[in-house]
């Protein structure tokens, strides 16, 4: 391939790779991770609540991984609660978990920034040999995607098997019980989903640009030499 398109290719890896970092830190900090409504079961179990009247006991519940806000409602209108994850949850949720997911976003940030930075050097400058070259290229590449396949499976086992919404919904209740009642992953979670599918197509692109895969077997040039010396 000329050196001119391979130039294009890095540039445009590069690009994905920079929006990968920056859409990741903005995820980070919001709290449009999850978005669902919850249920006050004891209220709704109190006045034998059916049908519409049960629209007055559910109230709406958002987080991200730092703070989030839920709005509860048990009949008499809904009375909104903000909350932090440090130091406020921490006794409920699991924080090894939690922690782990913020560590991995951090990674992924840093690796993200670190390929774009290489993918511009490999585009405009002298690439280096070994890790600065294209097996470099790969090796940032993977670690971000990893990063971003981890985040989504911890912060999904987080949310859906430790029931990380019921947790935060009955965060100081005495008396009242919640229940969720719809729960679904809002738009920073699926960031981090595209930021994983950008960093495999900057590795589809490095392979597009002509480098072999790391690790892939060389083809063997032993048999093709024999036939060439058998016709002389």
């Not at 921490?90 to 690796?111: D, E, G, K, M, Q």
Request: glycine share 10%.
């Amino acid at each position: 391939m000329p050196a001119q398109q391979k130039k294009i290719i890095f540039c445009v890896a590069g690009v994905l790779s920079l929006a990968c970092a920056l859409g990741t830190a903005a995820a980070v900090g919001t709290q449009l991770w999850v978005k669902g409504t919850t249920l006050c079961k004891t209220g709704a179990l109190l006045v034998n609540a059916t049908g519409q009247e049960l629209e007055k006991f559910i109230g709406n519940i958002q987080y991200g991984l730092f703070y989030g806000e839920r709005v509860r409602q048990c009949g008499l209108g809904g009375r909104p609660f903000q909350f932090s994850f440090f130091p406020d949850l921490l006794r409920i949720i699991p924080a090894s978990i939690h922690v782990s997911v913020i560590l991995f976003c951090t990674v992924l940030i840093i690796f993200a920034l670190v390929g774009a930075g290489f993918f511009m050097f490999n585009a405009f400058g002298s690439p280096y040999e070994t890790l600065h070259g294209p097996v470099g290229l790969y090796l940032w590449s993977f670690i971000s995607c990893c990063c971003g396949c981890l985040i989504m499976i911890l912060f999904s086992s987080e949310v859906k098997i430790h029931h990380l919404s019921e947790k935060i919904a009955n965060f100081k209740e005495g008396i009242f019980t919640f229940k969720t009642h719809s729960e679904q992953f809002a738009n920073s979670f699926w960031i981090i989903l595209v930021c994983s599918l950008v960093q495999f197509l900057n590795a589809l692109l490095i392979r597009f640009a002509g480098f072999e895969f790391p690790f892939s077997k060389p083809k063997d040039s032993g048999t093709t030499t024999g036939a060439v010396d058998l016709m002389y």
